[in-house]
């Protein structure tokens, strides 16, 4: 399985101010399609996940513009460009190009 | 408006069974794959199993923990996709979510029901 590991695993930020969340995967997650298949989402407390960013880099509809992620091969980061109210809570990332799926830990992010 | 909601979860005993339902609507059910996924309580998301549209021989996948236990179904006239879980084991508890994938990408995902394996 591949393995999907996240830093840091918990992120104080002062509204306004930016934040990054590194994943990193065990193997390449790209494809032979020429797609690599890697994702973010936001679980706010209480709530299901949400898709913020496809395939690395596209934002999903009706994200914010302040996301966005970068990245290729085994290294990618999630950037918000600044950080609101809202922003709180447990970013995952996610491969889907080798079964089974598999999610990183979880990168919790509270406002300070 | 994209809907998926989850029913059929509950207290159930060990090695008992339990069948779960996710009614879709605000989109053509049948051209997209469906999966399941779950989160056990305060921990992290694990996929579950997912099936393809029929346009794809609606085949199925399971994760390792349940597969030859689980079996994930659709039924297109209905918009409905089920998750029969069978020999269900402590460490099935958990949150269980529809979810619905854009190509390969699960975007949509339910408001999710709680099953708990307890004695």
């Known amino acids: 399985d591949i393995v999907m590991t996240q830093t840091p695993l918990s992120l104080s930020v002062t509204p306004g101010q930016p934040a990054s969340i590194s994943c990193k995967s065990s193997?390449?997650?790209?494809?032979?399609?020429?797609?690599?298949?890697l994702y973010w989402y936001l679980q706010r407390p209480g709530q299901s996940p949400q898709l913020l960013i496809y395939?690395?880099?596209s934002r999903f509809s009706g994200v914010p513009h302040g996301f966005s992620g970068s990245g290729s091969g085994t290294d990618f980061t999630l950037k918000i460009s600044r950080v609101e109210a809202e922003d709180v809570g447990v970013y995952y990332c996610?491969?889907?190009?080798?079964?089974?799926?598999?999610f990183g830990q979880g990168t919790r992010l509270e406002i300070k | 408006e994209v809907q998926l909601v989850e029913s059929g979860g509950g207290l159930v005993q060990p090695g008992r069974s339990l069948r779960l339902s996710c009614t879709a609507s605000?989109?053509?059910?049948?051209?997209?794959?469906m999966s399941w996924f779950r989160q056990a309580p305060g921990k992290g998301l694990e996929w579950v199993s997912f099936?393809?549209?029929?346009?794809?021989?609606?085949?199925?996948e399971y994760g390792a923990s349940v597969k030859g236990r689980f079996i994930i179904s659709r039924d297109d006239s209905k918009s409905i996709a089920y998750l029969q879980m069978n020999s269900l084991r402590t460490e099935d508890t958990a949150i269980y979510y529809c979810?619905?994938?854009?190509?390969?990408?699960?975007?949509?995902w339910g408001q999710g029901t709680l099953v708990t394996v307890s004695s």
């Open positions: 605000g989109f053509t059910f049948g051209d997209y794959i």
């Open positions: 193997q390449s997650l790209l494809h032979s399609d020429g797609k690599t298949y």
């Open positions: 996610m491969q889907g190009v080798h079964l089974p799926v598999t």
């Open positions: 395939e690395v880099s």
């Open positions: 099936i393809r549209s029929k346009a794809y021989g609606g085949t199925t």
């Open positions: 979810v619905r994938h854009r190509g390969l990408a699960p975007d949509y």
